[in-house]
């Protein structure tokens, strides 16, 4: 995709979501960089970034998306989008807080505490019920209790200035000057001279590693060991043996959880890594999405 395309048409389609001429440019320039199955897909779905119909980009597609159009749309009910906008072009963060006070009046009622607690609606976001049955443990409002201590810690404690992740999640694009640095111009070419070494996978950690042994430096685990944990700990085990069977001494591996404390390490595992805690608290500190519990870094002996 990058062979053909330029930075104009690739940040409409993933910064702003939306690009009119997207049927061209697939059909003459994006389709034959892809896969066989992904051709296959786009072919039918190439629709979502033309801006037609109530959802106008292409992030309000998908699960996760189809609830950020609902909240948008929830927003609009509760007469708090301009609000909302607002908010995300705050000039400081003393605005941020008295802007994000008054939304926070308007739209964490009990309407919405029933719906967030609802299996089917935190299954949009991609929570499983492991996690759901966290936030019901320790928090008095369930999953929105969880959600309202994280918003605050983000739209109150941090600048929002530079934070794409809930800028396109609430406004559904994102701005040349607050989106991740691969939709940055100054970084296009030099992503276009080596988009080539980006090799996808779509597979499990395990059996990545059954088909590619090797000695591997960096694993970023996200949170899917919070799900393996609750359904599957053989699974659990399985996978962290074969991570330190392909690590070497100083491997580093990442991952986050909805618990604030993880107690289901294999004890081969606590004597395997040891985990730089307090570092990863300042950086925890800072995160700008802000829905998970903790966050670890392990690192192999």
Known sequence: MFETADFDTLFQMFGKGTCRTVKHQYSTRLRTALS?????????????????????????YGTSG???????????????SHKVRKLLDAKSQE?????????????????????????????LLGVPRSQM?????NYERGALGFIQECLRKVFIELPLSDNYFWRLYMSGE???????????????????????????????????LKDNPGTYSHFVLLDHQDWLAANNRPALQEEWELILK??????????RSAAETIDFFPDFVLDSLTFEQEETKKQ??????????????????
């Open 36 to 60: 066989e199955p992904a051709q296959h897909y786009w072919d039918k779905n190439i629709r979502y970034f033309n801006g037609a119909g109530i959802r106008k980009t292409f992030y309000h």
């Open 66 to 80: 189809q609830f950020a159009w609902l909240a948008e749309r929830y927003f609009r009910l509760n007469n708090v």
């Open 95 to 123: 605005e941020q807080r008295h802007l994000y006070l008054q939304i926070e009046d308007k739209i964490m009622n009990g309407a919405m505490e029933w719906f967030v607690n609802r299996h089917v609606t935190m299954a």
């Open 133 to 137: 049955e966290l936030f019901a443990r």
């Open 174 to 208: 994102y701005t040349l000057s607050c989106c991740p640095a691969y939709l940055k111009q100054d970084h296009f070419q030099s992503i276009k001279e080596r988009h080539h070494k980006i090799k996808p996978h779509t597979t499990t950690v395990s059996q990545f």
């Open 246 to 255: 392909n690590s070497r001494k100083g491997t580093r591996i990442l991952m």
């Open 284 to 301: 925890h500190f800072l995160d700008r999405v802000g829905t998970y519990a903790s966050v670890y870094l392990g690192i192999v002996k």
